[in-house]
């Protein structure tokens, strides 16, 4: 019970955060409004043929590439309390060893919560309506969140082995913005050479991608392979990722929590 | 009692020839109210003894309690009995100072109302209260460190560690941060301090433990140590025609052969005396009709002590050791 009410302390911190620098809130909004807006009219010739346009194909893109992002975002702010003293500080508290750790990735979830309304909301002014039920939007949603939630704890243990905060994020970057465009977030995977649909199709933001349009009613998967298990069980696959995710990370993050010496 | 032991511990970083001893078989104790100063230079291994005590950081072998608990075997039950302030203000520069004090009560497992009531009353003893409602990034050096401080004491600890509490600060940051300090030995808590600065020691400490190289290599009080290396002796500055003569009478009152700095017409002479060979040297020099330019009873700094002690001053550079001063990227 101690570990849980240690966690949420430490989530409160970075809600805290937000109240007292309200900037850090709106940027990292606005960012992704931006992508929606410029994606939105930019590429629309992309979604020629499309039912309802290229947008319907677009948030489903945009919200996974948005929620991958949190890796960098807990990496940095981990990494940032490590060069602070923070964590040390944390360590010689009586709390329990995965607090701080489960703390920030709560906190980071919560933060993708509101983040990803406000892209709803952006995406809606200029068009987008998914056609399922409430039911599997909310399924939609609630995939996002867990996706960037599991990614989070790929971000402590960047955090916690990294040495600088400046750097983190840089090397956050290199392997999410790559993750994101070899997929088929926003553009269709058949026009890539045949070795990257390959990838691309094992990409865990493909299949995200993929489950989500899925549950938000829209089944066009912007190529994929014909067959192929993550094309055709998107959803389970993704699943499957944020478990081996969250399996490999989690014990990694805490150890590492527990035995740093930064 | 002893609050704290350390006994025999050793803790190296790194591998074959690079390997460096940040503790080479280190012991060290703290009897039950009083302040230990760990004196050393940079990468003498002072932050590498803290981080042991304070359960941060594992030693490759030895032993060590706190309060007669464990720190190897049960950090957890240490963790609820000290406090720890490091060289660097560990507190969320975003939030306030307030907040701040309220997480830390929190995380102490105080219940919210305990938590506001102490962070309110830490603020007061600091003369934190009017930047309460601040940013920390907004506060000037001093008062992070004093915040530092306030939040290490939330639970009122038995035992306190600071590492180098004053490093970086301005002499007045330093005056009130000493000031403070004061405050917290006079309500009897045990205190182990490291710090580059001999004043400091000088100031805070009981005792002094001098280290250098991961070993303790003198300890004692601050007198102690300055006896250690010789007690005092006597200064005397005359015209370079006295010279001679005022060297015989020096020699005399000190009953051993003054050594002389010619260029400066300085002599010195050890004296075991104090105060009436300084009244003797006068009289005689006076019915010598020898004038004195400069005369002074000096005892040694802690500077000659550590001069004497390691063969190079305190504040001599080192060069960086990686893992022994806790920013650098050691590891367990």
Do not use: C
Not at chain 1, 146 to 153: K, P, T, V
Not at chain 2, 82 to 111: K, P
Not at chain 2, 278 to 298: G, M, N, S
Request: aromatic share 6%; proline share 4%; net charge positive.
């Amino acid at each position: 019970m101690r570990a849980i009410s240690d966690s949420l302390v430490i989530m409160k911190r970075q809600l805290l955060q937000l109240t007292r620098v309200p900037e850090v809130l709106i940027f990292n909004t606005i960012q992704p409004v931006m992508f929606v807006l410029l994606f939105r009219y930019v590429f629309a010739g992309l979604g020629a043929g499309i039912k309802g346009g290229y947008v319907q194909l677009l948030m489903p893109g945009i919200f996974v590439q948005t929620v991958t992002f949190t890796l960098a975002a807990t990496a940095q702010g981990m990494a940032q309390d490590m060069e602070k003293g923070l964590i040390d500080r944390f360590r010689s508290l009586p709390i329990s060893r995965a607090a701080v750790v489960t703390g920030r990735t709560l906190g980071d979830g919560l933060l993708n919560i509101v983040v990803i309304a406000v892209m709803g909301t952006a995406g809606f002014i200029v068009g987008w309506r998914p056609t399922s039920g409430l039911l599997k939007i909310g399924l939609g949603f609630l995939m996002l969140l867990l996706f960037g939630y599991a990614l989070s704890w790929a971000g402590i243990f960047t955090g916690l082995i990294a040495k600088d905060a400046r750097v983190v994020a840089n090397i956050s970057f290199l392997f999410t913005f790559p993750l994101t465009f070899l997929s088929n977030a926003f553009a269709s995977t058949t026009s890539m050479p045949k070795a990257l649909q390959y990838v691309a199709e094992w990409n865990p933001v493909s299949t995200m991608v993929a489950a989500v349009r899925q549950l938000f009613g829209f089944h066009n998967m912007f190529g994929v392979t014909k067959n192929s298990f993550p094309s055709t069980h998107p959803i389970q696959t993704s699943l499957l990722y944020m478990v081996l995710i969250m399996a490999i990370f989690v014990p990694l993050s805490v150890r590492r929590y527990k035995n740093t010496n930064k | 009692m002893k609050s704290v032991v350390a006994e025999n511990l050793v803790k190296t970083y790194g591998k074959g020839e690079h390997q460096v001893r940040a503790l080479d078989d280190l012991s060290i104790d703290v009897e039950e109210g009083t302040v230990l100063s760990i004196l050393g230079p940079n990468g003498a291994g002072k932050t590498t003894t803290v981080r042991v005590l304070a359960t941060l950081l594992k030693p490759d072998s030895g032993h060590a309690t706190v309060g007669g608990i464990d720190v190897i075997k049960d950090p957890k039950r240490v963790r609820e009995i000290i406090g720890l302030s490091g060289q660097y203000a560990a507190v969320d520069e975003t939030l306030t100072g307030w907040d701040n004090l309220v997480m830390f009560g929190r995380l102490y497992h105080l219940s919210a109302t305990a938590a506001n009531a102490r962070a309110k009353e830490l603020l007061e003893q600091f003369s934190l209260t009017d930047a309460a409602k601040r940013p920390i990034k907004t506060f000037s050096g001093g008062m992070r460190r004093r915040l530092d401080l306030a939040a290490s004491l939330i639970i009122r600890p038995k035992v306190l560690f600071l590492d180098e509490p004053t490093t970086g600060l301005d002499p007045r940051g330093r005056m009130e941060m000493w000031k403070v300090i004061e405050g917290l030995v006079d309500e009897g808590v045990t205190l182990l301090l490291t710090t580059q600065y001999l004043e400091e020691a000088d100031q805070l400490a009981d005792e002094i433990a001098v280290i250098d190289r991961g070993k303790v290599i003198a300890r004692g009080t601050s007198d102690q140590l300055k006896t250690q290396i010789g007690g005092e002796r006597l200064e005397l500055v005359v015209a370079e025609s006295d010279l001679s003569a005022a060297k015989v009478i020096a020699d005399r009152i000190g009953g051993t052969s003054s050594t002389i700095d010619a260029g400066l017409r300085k002599i010195s002479t050890p004296v075991t005396t104090g105060g009436n060979a300084l009244i003797d040297l006068l009289r005689e020099l006076d019915a010598a009709k020898i004038h004195p330019l400069d005369i002074a009873l000096k005892r040694p700094s802690l500077d000659d002590v550590f001069m004497s002690l390691t063969g190079h001053a305190a504040e001599e550079e080192k060069p960086e050791v990686p893992g022994v001063k806790g920013k650098k990227g050691g590891r367990k």
